[in-house]
């Protein structure tokens, strides 16, 4: 007797290929989207921390060094803000702010560092991991803010009238159902509270008028 008779020969037939191939495509589909999606909401889900420790490294600079601090924004290609934290060290006569001061950078140290053996160089973080401005849309308060100042004891410098009052990350409708709006206020004292501007008083998690 034939040793393949009666039994059938291993493998696939072209049929069954074509089925798997099908229900492969159709996984792929629905998968595909699904986790594009998840992705996505996870790093806008993310977006509020990574402001959030902008903001409260530049106010722990200040703090630490003795110094004027402040935590400078700027769009970048995927419409989110890209941030950096310098820091000032004041004279008679040059007090630090937004018009004078002689203000750390990323290649440079500030002026009278009093830590001459390791100067402070300013800190940046880009936002281009965070999903498209289309997709989670960055507003600033007032309209047109590039940053906060802070005094050396950790309090918003009120001198800067343009000052960032509040951020809100705003999801698109595609994100609505997975992520939460979200705002981060910087109160006088310097402190970053996070709200849902979604939501009304008296509800603990609203943003303040």
């Given at each position: ?11 696939y ?51 630490a060094?003795?110094?004027a ?28 702010s ?56 950790g ?55």
């Open positions: 007797m034939h040793p393949l008779t009666g039994h059938r020969a291993g493998g037939t072209l049929v069954e290929l074509m089925v798997a191939i099908a229900v492969m495509g159709a996984l792929l589909a629905v998968g595909i989207p699904n986790m594009t999606t998840w992705v996505v909401s996870n790093k806008a889900r993310g977006a509020a921390e990574f402001y959030a420790e902008g903001l409260a490294m530049a106010r722990r600079e200040a703090i060094r003795n110094a601090s402040r935590l400078v924004l700027s769009p970048n290609a995927n419409g989110q803000l890209d941030w950096q934290v310098d820091v000032c060290f004041p004279v008679p006569g040059m007090p630090c937004a018009d004078s001061g002689s203000w750390s950078g990323v290649a440079q140290a500030a002026a009278n560092d009093p830590n001459a053996d390791s100067p402070y160089r300013s800190i940046f973080r880009a936002a281009s991991a965070l999903p498209n401005a289309d997709m989670l849309v960055p507003t600033v308060q007032p309209q047109g803010s590039t940053g906060v100042y802070f005094t050396a004891l309090w918003v410098d009120t001198a800067d009238v343009g000052r960032l009052a509040r951020l809100q990350l705003t999801p698109s409708s595609d994100l609505r159902d997975a992520v939460q709006p979200v705002a981060l206020v910087v109160t006088l004292a310097g402190i970053v509270a996070k709200c849902n501007p979604a939501i009304t008083a008296p509800d603990s998690r609203a943003c303040p008028p």
